[in-house]
């Protein structure tokens, strides 16, 4: 199995010449969503939700399918009919090769005075790897490696580390970074390396690792 990491929230992951790829949003790169057989979406979020990115994706290759939350779906799925899925807490389901389990329901808080979306995360193979969205959400399962969002308005490190602490994965690698400048990035690396318990790992955008 090989991750790219795409910039900020964005994932591509490849497995027997399939490709899966979770919220190419605002944030990332014009063609993250390309060549993918299938495209996961935690929220609408912008920075994880970019209409006219999944349309680049869905016209350039007939074959290609979204699996997201009603949000999203109601968004993207009248220009592709039977194309565009619904999913939800619990649901299983089976994109790009990939056994895909759903898990989560609600976004972090952002604020008392902001009212919360729905945001889901999304489990593959099983536990080989786990994308939470914006929330820190906690799958009934051992996670292998979890994609850890580093850096948002709805966190802070402590409870990043903790969120680790919880998960137990044997191997973290950060996302939700965007915001995250080159000065802090070091404080972040040494604190959640130092107290996670586990592997930490940061990509930069475009490149790869085999899992």
Request: hydrophobic letters at 40%.
């Amino acid at each position: 199995m090989k991750l790219t990491k795409k910039s900020h929230a964005c994932v591509r992951v490849e497995k027997d010449g399939q490709v899966l790829v979770i919220d190419p949003g605002r944030f990332s790169e014009e063609d993250a969503a390309l060549g993918a057989n299938a495209i996961l979406v935690t929220h609408e979020h912008a920075d994880h939700f970019d209409e006219s990115r999944l349309r680049a994706a869905m016209e350039a290759d007939p074959a290609a399918r979204i699996w997201t939350l009603r949000s999203v779906a109601e968004r993207i799925a009248p220009a592709f009919p039977g194309r565009v899925h619904t999913v939800g807490h619990g649901d299983t389901f089976t994109a790009a090769g990939f056994d895909v389990q759903v898990h989560g329901e609600l976004h972090a808080v952002i604020h008392p005075d902001i009212p919360r979306i729905t945001n889901v995360g999304y489990l593959l193979d099983g536990g080989k790897i786990f994308h939470p969205g914006d929330a820190l959400t906690v799958p009934d399962r051992p996670v292998e490696t979890l994609m850890l969002p580093v850096m948002a308005p709805w966190n802070k490190i402590a409870e990043v580390i903790d969120y680790v602490r919880e998960v137990r994965p044997r191997r973290a690698y950060d996302i939700h970074d965007a915001l995250l400048t080159d000065l802090a990035r070091p404080i972040y690396d040494h604190q959640i390396g130092a107290l996670g318990g586990t592997d930490h790992h940061r990509l930069a955008p475009g490149t790869s690792a085999r899992l």
